[in-house]
């Protein structure tokens, strides 16, 4: 089974996220464009009550998760709407994968309804049989990985992410991970690189995990 981060690794959404998140700061604060793509980036990866702590820190506790609730309610309806930029190749490479009788999942560490916001603003309902979001269980993102992987019947896996934290998780499933270089961060033990998501068949054959 071929499990995949989403942010980093299948698209890049921060644009629509930092939008989506202003709207809700302005009219709960007052405060105009708080927020840019690259805080966004900066948090991807993480919970989301990791990402009130850190964007919203001057605010007291159960008004920063008050607020970041808020904030990804709307994010999900935003996203559904208007959807995200894909990397290139993306679409071409599940096509191949599909067609290949390959089972793919997308794990993420995002809230409840983000990846049903992608997978219906994008149209991937039909590459991916499964997915789980730590909104919806509350597990780590290696928990994750293995209740997708068990929830499928399925004892092989391989992830792919792109930061050093999706590897960690890759590797506390058991599991291995391909590195997506081009996304948002860095990993230093993958076991393979890819530097476009094209590549991404050239790296399942290198680390044995599709033969032919």
């Given at each position: 089974?071929?499990?995949?981060?989403?942010?980093?690794?299948?698209w890049?959404?921060?644009?629509?996220?930092?939008?989506?998140?202003?709207?809700?700061?302005?009219?709960?604060t007052?405060?105009?464009d708080?927020?840019?793509p690259?805080?966004i980036m900066?948090?991807?990866?993480?919970?989301?009550?990791?990402?009130?702590?850190?964007?919203?820190?001057?605010?007291?506790?159960?008004?920063?998760?008050?607020?970041a609730?808020?904030?990804?309610?709307?994010?999900?309806?935003?996203?559904?709407?208007?959807?995200?930029?894909?990397y290139?190749?993306?679409?071409?490479?599940?096509?191949?994968?599909?067609?290949a009788g390959?089972?793919?999942?997308?794990?993420?560490?995002?809230?409840?309804?983000?990846?049903?916001?992608?997978?219906?603003?994008?149209?991937m309902?039909?590459?991916?049989?499964?997915?789980?979001?730590?909104?919806?269980?509350?597990?780590?993102?290696?928990g994750?990985?293995?209740l997708?992987?068990?929830?499928?019947?399925?004892?092989k896996?391989?992830?792919?992410?792109d930061?050093?934290?999706d590897?960690?998780?890759?590797?506390?499933?058991g599991?291995?991970?391909?590195?997506?270089?081009?996304?948002?961060?860095?990993?230093?033990?993958?076991?393979?690189?890819?530097?476009?998501?094209?590549?991404?068949?050239?790296?399942?054959?290198?680390?044995?995990?599709?033969?032919?």
């Amino acid at each position: 089974m071929i499990i995949f981060d989403l942010d980093g690794t299948l698209w890049d959404s921060t644009v629509p996220v930092a939008d989506s998140w202003n709207v809700v700061i302005e009219k709960e604060t007052g405060e105009e464009d708080r927020l840019t793509p690259e805080d966004i980036m900066g948090e991807m990866g993480r919970t989301m009550s990791q990402i009130a702590d850190d964007l919203f820190g001057d605010l007291p506790e159960d008004e920063r998760y008050e607020l970041a609730h808020k904030c990804e309610v709307y994010e999900n309806d935003y996203i559904k709407e208007r959807g995200a930029k894909l990397y290139p190749g993306v679409i071409e490479t599940l096509e191949k994968l599909l067609s290949a009788g390959e089972k793919m999942a997308v794990v993420s560490n995002c809230q409840e309804g983000y990846v049903a916001a992608f997978i219906e603003s994008m149209r991937m309902d039909k590459y991916f049989c499964d997915y789980e979001e730590w909104g919806r269980t509350g597990l780590s993102k290696a928990g994750n990985i293995r209740l997708v992987m068990e929830r499928n019947g399925e004892d092989k896996a391989v992830y792919i992410g792109d930061i050093q934290s999706d590897a960690d998780s890759a590797h506390e499933a058991g599991v291995p991970c391909i590195n997506a270089a081009y996304g948002f961060g860095n990993i230093t033990d993958a076991e393979a690189d890819i530097e476009s998501f094209d590549e991404l068949p050239r790296a399942l054959k290198e680390i044995g995990y599709m033969t032919d």
